[in-house]
């Protein structure tokens, strides 16, 4: 009943999206290159401040098409930003809000809720919709979406059966060197790999609308790469800074290469007119490898050094060269906005995005008055516990669920982001009315999206 209930509304949708199309003089359909990166920092790409990591390909992005300044990842972990970005909504409101399998320990003051462990098929994505109505959908690389990450366990819940036509989906490499590929002087991260499936598909759909999901598990660790080009980065004298790392550059640089070879094809194809190339990054970068300075801390954090992302889009006569906006995206928005792009004017019911078109159009519009964070969890490599968070306009404010849910003390944390982007100085104190406005507005949300929180666990084993 979910499947025929789900196939039936794709079918209508695709209804409205064609009628709009032709509403619109059968106007061309844009294509989408969406690239996606794992566990890249705001700033260790050069047009985001970096003068250590060398990102020539994206920089040239960024001349060519808008940068964001205030784009978000919906969770600070991976798979529920990748299931947002998916479905158009917010993790809490799936339910997906840790990393698949997540943290299962469970010796802590709170225990998590049970959560949903995988993407459930019902669930409309943007591929699915965009197929219905005429694209040719692929996605290569990281998917993490699936009840199991390896096959034969993932298969039910792969990519194919979520609106790709075409699919290959590839893996971080273990710890130790077990596989000849693994080798960090071939290509451990499946950078390569990744690339020329993009570029083989591009040949073959250059006459097809099309979008193309290049979906990166580097730089995520375990770090690996080229010795030649770590040594490139060890020599620099800026190696010694704690936000820099000579594993982490050599990384990035390979993944910049990555994007600059599949940019260089389009361009090659003549697609580049009509052709959308974003940009974007799942989570922060770990904290533990490389200081995310400006901001606090790293992946897995509600601190902006785990959700605050570099956002590049090009669209070639559409979007201004240059141009820089400030409006608050979060990766619920790309649904709605690919969706508008593609002609049609109606997104699926119940989703948490909002389309960012127009923003593109003129990089002083705004986008969202608010946006929204909760992660009911323990983060073992990052140290985070469970929190909320809201950010509107400048301020944001941090909920941890332990002292408010044990009543030991001050639970929030309040931050003027325009005046302190590291986060350092808590106005909880000085700003109580702002801060119990927020509040309020954070948990008015997590009731609106159904937010599963966690429990006090009566068995947790003393610190």
Not at 154 to 168: A, L, R, V
Not at 363 to 383: A, R
């Amino acid at each position: 009943m979910i499947f025929k209930l789900k196939n039936t509304f794709l079918l209508i949708f695709t209804i409205i999206l064609i009628g709009s199309c032709s509403v619109q003089n059968k106007k061309q359909v844009p294509n989408f290159v969406f690239i996606l990166a794992d566990d890249l920092g705001y700033s260790q790409v050069g047009c985001y401040g970096s003068t250590y990591y060398q990102t020539p390909n994206l920089d040239k992005l960024a001349e060519q098409g808008m940068r964001f300044t205030n784009a978000y990842a919906a969770c600070p972990v991976c798979s529920p930003t990748r299931a947002s970005i998916m479905t158009g909504k917010y993790p809490a409101r799936l339910h997906l809000t840790d990393f698949i399998a997540g943290n299962n320990k469970d010796t802590y003051p709170l225990s998590q809720p049970d959560w949903q462990k995988f993407l459930p098929l019902e669930e409309v994505t943007f591929a699915e919709i965009l197929k219905e109505s005429g694209y040719n959908t692929a996605l290569f690389g990281k998917w993490h979406l699936s009840k199991e990450k390896m096959p034969p366990g993932s298969f039910p819940y792969n990519p194919d059966k979520q609106g790709f036509d075409e699919s290959f989906v590839t893996y971080k490499p273990s710890g130790g060197m077990t596989q000849p590929w693994q080798d960090a002087e071939i290509d451990a991260h499946n950078v390569d790999t990744i690339t020329n499936l993009a570029i083989n598909f591009l040949e073959r759909n250059k006459s097809n609308p099309f979008f193309l999901f290049v979906s990166h598990n580097t730089i995520h660790d375990p770090l690996k790469e080229k010795a030649e080009t770590i040594q490139k980065y060890e020599n620099q004298k800026a190696s010694d800074e704690p936000e820099n790392h000579p594993i982490v550059a050599a990384m990035i640089e390979r993944l910049d290469n990555s994007c600059g070879t599949i940019i260089d094809k389009i361009n090659e194809l003549g697609l580049d007119k009509n052709t959308v190339v974003i940009f974007f990054g799942d989570n922060g970068g770990r904290d533990k490898y490389a200081k995310q300075t400006p901001f606090r801390a790293g992946k897995g954090w509600l601190y902006e050094g785990g959700i605050r992302e570099p956002l590049i889009i090009k669209w070639k006569d559409k979007v201004s060269p240059g141009t820089i906006s400030e409006a608050l995206i979060s990766s619920v928005d790309f649904l709605p906005t690919f969706l508008e792009m593609a002609g049609g004017n109606k997104t699926p019911e119940n989703i948490d995005g909002k389309s960012f078109l127009p923003v593109l159009e003129n990089n002083q519009v705004e986008n969202h008055n608010s946006l929204f964070w909760h992660y009911p969890h323990y983060h073992g490599g990052s140290g985070m516990i469970p929190a909320g968070a809201v950010r509107s306009g400048k301020y944001k404010l941090i909920e941890w669920y332990e002292p408010k849910l044990l009543n030991t003390g001050n639970s929030v944390e309040l931050f003027d982001l325009n005046e302190d982007q590291g986060e350092t100085i808590n106005l909880s104190e000085q700003l109580p009315e702002k801060a119990a406005e927020l509040r309020e507005m954070l948990n008015n949300w997590r009731i609106e999206v159904d937010a599963q929180m966690p429990t006090i666990n009566k068995n947790a084993t003393p610190n």
